[in-house]
């Protein structure tokens, strides 16, 4: 369990909070970059508890600014994008997509003072169809990670973006809790269900791994690990990455190149955003289905964009029948059962209450790591890990594969990351340029 107070400190994310500060080192992606057009509509964006408004001026390129102009506070989302800039529709003063003030035209030339105007904005950088930005101090801006998909042309890449409505901790703890994935996702599954050369069965035999962990410099490695043939385990590897990435383990870890984040909207809405590798030849991403997203239609609002169909109005269209009768959760679709238990702990969980078991010392361990980090750089102002070493998130790999009974996390990850490195070598060679 958590106290209260770490409770806290690791969910809060807004300016001022020991969390907020430890996000705002990083780069983070923010939209797609297909959500912009030139000198088209503004767009409302909740990042870390601040609202800005995003938009591609005349020449292409984007600014992510404060919502309110700082002029008279009206909410640059009615403004004008026109002409470089974004123009307040109350009183005319234009804005760059730096921050600078173009033109204040309420303002007599004599008395006009434009140039001492400057609205918060943030650097946005677009790469393979994201755009990211970075909130923190600018003179420790890293260069962006070198998250290999993100390196890759953008028709090479399947984006999946959906919010949660909940913090972004219970979110992404999802993804490293592995050992719900039996219940939630296979409780009613038997071997029936599973060819018989797929190595996805031995977790339906064995629904209580061992597990191991090992602590990176880039942020935490788990393993579940199950007897399977005849002196042979079957492991699933997963990762969490500072400050909200994870690697899931639902594919063979040698194809998938991709990962996702968490990214704090505010305390209590999240915003995954998942960037992999398609496969050639293959439906969906890393040859597995496409994460099943059925999104209700967007609006212009803070919380607008990719709210799936199931929420907690709908009590996630839960169906008692299917419950009993089908599935373990009674919800269809991975994301949506995931959806469910996350926004069912409420907008924050109350961690005082859990009794961790031996199953959740990935939990324990990427906790005390996040807490670690934010109170370090809090009070000594040691930048927090990976920061500013973009370079470590381009060899990093998880999924599942057989190997030997019997053996240990280091020596077998050191192996499988080889595997993966000679499986993708054009991509570690474009990250190394």
Not at 300 to 307: C, S
Request: contains cysteine; charged residues 25%.
């Amino acid at each position: 369990m958590l106290s209260a107070e770490d409770n806290d400190l690791i969910c809060r994310v807004g300016p001022g909070t020991p969390m907020g500060a430890l996000m705002r080192r990083y780069w983070m992606p923010a939209l797609l970059a297909r959500e912009l057009r030139a000198d088209g509509d503004p767009l409302r964006l909740m990042l870390l508890g601040e609202a800005l408004v995003a938009f591609r001026d005349s020449s292409g390129k984007v600014g992510i600014i404060d919502h309110e102009c700082p002029h008279r506070c009206a909410s640059l989302f009615y403004g004008r994008n026109e002409e470089g800039g974004i123009r307040c529709a109350y009183h005319g003063w234009k804005f760059a997509a730096d921050g600078r003030c173009l033109d204040m035209p309420n303002v007599p030339a004599q008395l006009d003072f434009k140039d001492k105007i400057r609205i918060t904005s943030y650097p946005a950088i677009e790469r393979g169809g994201v755009v990211w930005t970075y909130m923190g101090p600018r003179d420790a801006k890293p260069p962006l990670p070198d998250i290999l998909a993100n390196l890759l042309p953008e028709d090479q890449v399947d984006f999946t973006l959906f919010q949660r409505e909940c913090n972004w901790l219970q979110a992404l703890e999802g993804d490293y809790d592995t050992s719900h994935v039996g219940f939630l996702h296979g409780g009613k599954r038997t071997l029936a269900d599973h060819r018989p050369d797929d190595p996805q069965r031995f977790g339906t035999i064995n629904r209580a791994p061992t597990y191991e962990v090992m602590e990176q410099e880039w942020g935490v490695t788990y393993a579940a690990i199950r007897p399977a043939d005849a002196g042979q385990d079957y492991w699933r590897i997963g990762q969490f990455l500072f400050p909200f990435w994870s690697i899931t383990p639902s594919s063979p870890i040698t194809q998938r190149v991709g990962m996702r984040a968490w990214v704090p909207m505010d305390d209590t809405h999240t915003l995954a955003f998942q960037i992999r590798r398609k496969v050639p030849g293959t439906k969906g991403v890393d040859g597995m289905p496409d994460p099943a997203t059925d999104y209700l239609p967007d609006t212009t609002d803070w919380y607008g964009r990719y709210r799936l169909k199931v929420n907690p109005r709908n009590d996630h269209l839960l169906d008692r029948a299917m419950q009993r009768n089908q599935n373990y959760s009674g919800i269809v679709g991975i994301t949506q059962q995931d959806q469910a238990i996350t926004e069912s702990m409420g907008p924050i969980a109350n961690r005082a209450k859990e009794h961790l078991a031996p199953s959740d010392r990935m939990i324990q361990v990427s906790r005390r790591r996040l807490i670690e980090a934010a109170t370090t750089l809090r009070d000594q102002g040691t930048a927090p890990p990976g920061a500013d070493r973009p370079e470590l998130y381009a060899l990093v790999a998880g999924g599942h594969f057989l190997t030997g009974a019997g053996r240990r996390l280091a020596e077998v990850y050191a192996e499988q990351l080889d595997a993966f490195r000679d499986a993708n070598r054009d991509l570690l060679a474009a990250a190394a340029e």
